[in-house]
C-alpha cells in the first residue's frame, strides 16, 4: 500500500524567510497530493491541493511542486508570517475511485519566530 | 456556517466503560471519516462511510464501531476503551469522498485510565 514520508519533523524560521516542507511517496499510481495545516487545538484545514497532471501549483504566499518521476512534491512557504505557526500534513492518494484512500505523512511542526 | 461538529471536545474515563463521540456535518456530504491523531504517526483512518447505512474499515478499526443511520450524524463507540485508545480523533467529511477536500471538526482529546 501507498507509505509516505515527510520532512523535517520540525522546522524553525525567522519571520519572512521562506519555508519548504518535502514528501515522498511510494505507490506510482497516486494522483491526488493534498496538504493540510493545523492549528493548536483546531482540525486540519485544507490549504492547497495538486493533481498529477500539473508540476506545480501556487496561492498567494503558498506553493506546491510534484515530481512525479521522483515521487516526491514540497510545499513552499515564502514571507512567512507568526501566523502561519501550525503542524502541516502532506497526503497522497490516488483518484481512480472515491474508494481509494488518502494516506497522511507525519506532518512537520513549524514555527516563525518573530 | 459550514462546519463538522464533534462532542465531547475532552473525554476522560476508564478501562472498559463505554463511551461514543458524536460527529454531525451540516454540508450535505455523502462521505464521513473518523482518524485518530498519534505524535509521529500522522493521521490514521479508523472508519470510514460513503453514504447512509455503508460504512467500512479504515487502517485502524480495532476496537472501534461506527454507524450512519442519518447523513448528517457519524458516531464513533468505543464498546470496551483500552489505554492504547488514549488519542486525539477527529470527524471529518468531504462531499465526494477522500479525494476531495476533506472538512475537520476540531478533535476529541480521549484518555484511557
Known amino acids: 500500500g501507498e507509505n509516505v514520508e515527510q520532512h523535517p519533523s520540525t522546522l524553525s524560521v525567522q519571520e519572512g524567510d521562506s519555508a519548504v516542507i518535502k514528501c515522498t511517496y511510494s505507490?506510482?499510481?497516486?494522483?491526488?497530493f493534498p496538504w493540510y495545516k493545523q492549528e493548536l487545538g483546531k482540525g486540519p484545514q485544507l490549504i492547497i491541493d495538486?493533481?498529477?497532471?500539473?508540476g506545480e501549483k501556487k496561492d498567494q504566499r503558498i506553493a506546491v511542486t510534484l515530481n512525479k518521476t521522483a515521487k516526491h512534491f514540497s510545499l513552499h512557504i515564502t514571507e512567512t508570517q507568526p501566523e502561519d505557526s501550525a503542524v502541516y500534513f502532506c497526503?497522497?492518494?490516488?483518484?481512480?475511485?472515491?474508494?481509494?484512500?488518502?494516506?497522511f505523512g507525519p506532518g512537520t511542526s513549524l514555527s516563525v519566530i518573530p | 456556517e459550514a462546519q463538522v461538529t464533534q462532542n465531547p471536545r475532552y473525554l476522560i474515563t476508564v478501562t472498559g466503560k463505554k463511551l461514543t463521540v458524536t460527529c454531525s456535518q451540516n454540508?450535505?456530504?455523502?462521505?464521513m471519516s473518523w482518524y485518530r491523531q498519534d505524535p509521529g504517526l500522522g493521521l490514521r483512518q479508523i472508519y470510514y462511510?460513503?453514504?447512509?447505512?455503508?460504512?467500512d474499515k479504515g487502517d485502524v478499526p480495532e476496537g472501534y464501531k461506527v454507524s450512519r443511520k442519518e447523513k448528517r450524524n457519524f458516531p464513533l463507540i468505543l464498546e470496551s476503551p483500552s489505554p492504547n485508545q488514549t488519542s486525539l480523533y477527529f470527524c471529518?467529511?468531504?462531499?465526494?469522498?477522500?479525494?476531495?477536500?476533506?472538512?475537520f471538526g476540531n478533535g476529541t482529546r480521549l484518555t484511557v485510565t
Open positions: 505507490d506510482s499510481a497516486s494522483n491526488y
Open positions: 497526503a497522497a492518494s490516488n483518484m481512480k475511485t472515491s474508494y481509494d484512500k488518502v494516506i
Open positions: 462511510s460513503m453514504n447512509v447505512e455503508v460504512t
Open positions: 471529518a467529511s468531504s462531499l465526494l469522498g477522500q479525494n476531495s477536500p476533506l472538512h
Open positions: 495538486i493533481r498529477s497532471n500539473v
Open positions: 454540508m450535505n456530504h455523502e462521505y
